[in-house]
């Protein structure tokens, strides 16, 4: 795919093309098959191409020597006699040569991130722009290929140099890559049993990593094992989880299943609405149905967004990956749409996958002018890429400023949220719940006449608390029972606690009234079945459609 779109591009005669990646080695396989491929169509002549690589440390011509066949032509390298450690005075000779009829030169720049960023480079940058100009006008036969870790590409060098993304590689080809180095290890290491099914899940716990450091994995395991086993599958999960935390992304395996969450009776029951159209999306989109692929939680903190998107995601047996995008948007200057892209390509790897998009109203606003535009570039991508992601990747976004949509109404459009639910305060039923599912996995039993007791009163005396907030008040009280000696944390401790602590809806009642004010004019659906209404009275009963298809209409 990655050598389709390059080949496409040199045809383009696109003199510039970024390959934001470490994995040189592949890019530069990619680009020798792409070049072949265009000698066998008879784009160019095999005598004729000439691909030099330059690094700091060495520089390098490949030429193709013939063969009977296209499969037989080799490729040939010698030192390159006009290379220089220094890329100016590189790209100074490389302006230099005589690029003769038919002939057409491919030029890898590698490190390029490094070497074209930072004010010390401003030369170099300035050089490069010249001869992309140069090669575009004169119709010279030139590609240049930046290669390195990701950056944002100089504002100077865009109008002739295209980012081509190196895809991070999906089940199919990590399988055929992970596929060939295990018939190689099967021959040096006969003792080891490779079994399918641990294979299968080695690959899956793969995905998401590039194709060299899945190979770095599988081989660190058999050597320190001497053994294919789950010890893999944990290595390369542990692996994936902090590459993945080095982007915008981190990557969670959901624990807690729908019986973890009280209230939010209208939330579950659209899960449980959209299992069947989800789990069977491709029977369902031949039958003509729309699957649903994204939900937009809004609500006041501590009420359950976070933990909707766990529990949606363990539901239907999906990898959470948390997307923060405030921490996408404050990354250093320069490293935004390197960061960004990163994001999808991991997104596109690991889906079928659930992405949560924690306060998504972060990625609206931000530093204006003073990053040259990126800001409003990358946020230009981001809502392109929430209207056109694939649906494999279900996105739940959650809010807790409604704001920004009202300034900005295109995030809720572009989105394609197949529901927004507004997530109240619980009421005392959901209190009682709360409380008995706290105790509960905190290893007490609910029916226990203490514990009993404990949530019939605290729910009762709780009334604008939230589940988080109740949850601290049951840490506390569970602390105080161990610490007093007892073995049951007592009643009055929990009303003593609740009674002490001040709940964030009487501190910001007025940002509750007016997130409430705006979700009563129909703009969601509310999470739970009996929502606190103004004064506190339960507002009227109203169930969500689970069809996947009731996208609120925005006023
Ligand atoms: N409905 C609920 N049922 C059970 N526990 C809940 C519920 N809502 C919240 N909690 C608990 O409260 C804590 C905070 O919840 P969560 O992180 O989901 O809140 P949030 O709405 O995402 O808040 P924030 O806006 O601060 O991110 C978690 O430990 C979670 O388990
Ligand atoms: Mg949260």
Not at 146 to 154: I, K, M, N, T, Y
Not at 355 to 380: C, M, P, W, Y
Not at 386 to 400: D, G, R, T, Y
Request: charged share 25%; glycine share 8%.
């Amino acid at each position: 795919m990655f050598e389709q779109a390059l080949e496409k591009l040199v045809r383009a005669r696109i003199p510039g093309v970024f390959v934001p990646t470490l994995e040189e080695d592949r890019v530069l396989k990619a680009v020798r098959a792409a070049i072949k491929n265009l000698l066998v169509q008879r784009v160019a002549t095999p005598e004729k191409v000439r691909l030099f690589r330059w690094s700091r440390v060495s520089g390098w011509v490949e030429t193709l020597k013939k063969g009977d066949s296209p499969d037989m032509w080799v490729w040939d390298s010698v030192p390159w006699d006009r290379y220089d450690s220094d890329l100016t005075s590189t790209l100074r000779a490389l302006r230099s040569e005589e690029i003769g009829q038919g002939q057409w030169d491919f030029v890898s720049i590698l490190d390029a991130g490094t070497e074209l960023s930072g004010p010390e480079n401003v030369v170099a940058v300035r050089m490069l722009r010249e001869i992309l100009a140069e090669t575009r006008s004169d119709g010279v036969a030139r590609t240049i290929i930046l290669v390195g870790a990701d950056f944002d590409l100089p504002e100077t060098l865009r109008a002739d140099c295209r980012v081509l993304p190196f895809e991070i590689p999906d089940t199919a080809s990590l399988g055929e890559i992970l596929g060939t180095r295990i018939s190689a290890l099967k021959n040096s290491y006969p003792e080891i049993v490779f079994d399918s099914t641990q294979i299968e899940n080695f690959i899956r716990a793969c995905l998401g990593l590039s194709a060299g450091e899945a190979l770095h994995l599988l081989s660190l395991s058999i050597v320190t094992h001497r053994a294919f086993d789950d010890r893999a599958v944990e290595l390369a999960l542990k692996e994936k989880k902090a590459l993945v935390k080095s982007s915008a992304l981190e990557y969670r395996t959901p624990r807690l299943g729908m019986d973890d969450v009280a209230g939010l009776e209208n939330v579950k029951e659209w899960i449980r609405g959209c299992d069947k159209l989800w789990k069977n999306r491709e029977t369902a989109k031949q039958r003509g149905c729309s699957i649903p692929s994204g939900l937009l939680l809004i609500g006041i903190q501590g009420c359950g967004k976070s933990l909707t998107a766990e529990v949606l995601a363990g539901h239907w047996g999906l990898p959470l990956l948390v997307f923060d995008v405030g921490s996408l948007f404050g990354s250093l200057l320069g490293q935004t749409e390197g960061a960004f892209r990163k994001v999808k390509e991991i997104l596109n790897a690991c889906k079928p996958c659930v992405a949560f998009i924690d306060e998504i109203e972060k990625s609206f606003g931000g530093q204006g002018d003073l990053d040259g535009g990126t800001t409003g570039r990358v946020n230009a991508s981001f809502l392109s890429w929430l209207q056109e992601k694939p649906e494999e990747i279900f996105v739940v976004a959650s809010a807790n400023d409604i704001g920004k949509f009202v300034e900005s109404p295109e995030i809720i459009r572009a989105g394609r949220f197949d529901q927004i639910f507004f997530v109240d305060l619980p009421d005392e039923k959901a209190r009682a719940e709360v409380l008995a599912i706290k105790f509960r996995q905190r290893g007490y039993r609910a029916n226990d006449p203490v514990i009993k007791k404990c949530i019939a009163e605290g729910a009762n005396v709780s009334a604008g608390y939230s589940p988080a907030e109740l949850e601290a008040c049951v840490k506390s009280v569970i602390n105080r029972a161990f610490n007093e000696g007892v073995e049951v944390p007592r009643a009055a401790w929990l009303l003593e606690a609740i009674a002490r602590r001040v709940p964030l809806s009487r501190t910001m009642s007025e940002k509750l009234e007016s997130l409430r004010g705006w979700v009563r004019d129909g703009r969601a659906e509310a999470a739970s079945l009996a929502v606190i209404g103004q004064n506190g009275k339960p507002a009227e009963r109203r169930s969500p459609k689970a069809d996947g298809g009731g996208f609120p209409v925005l006023r």
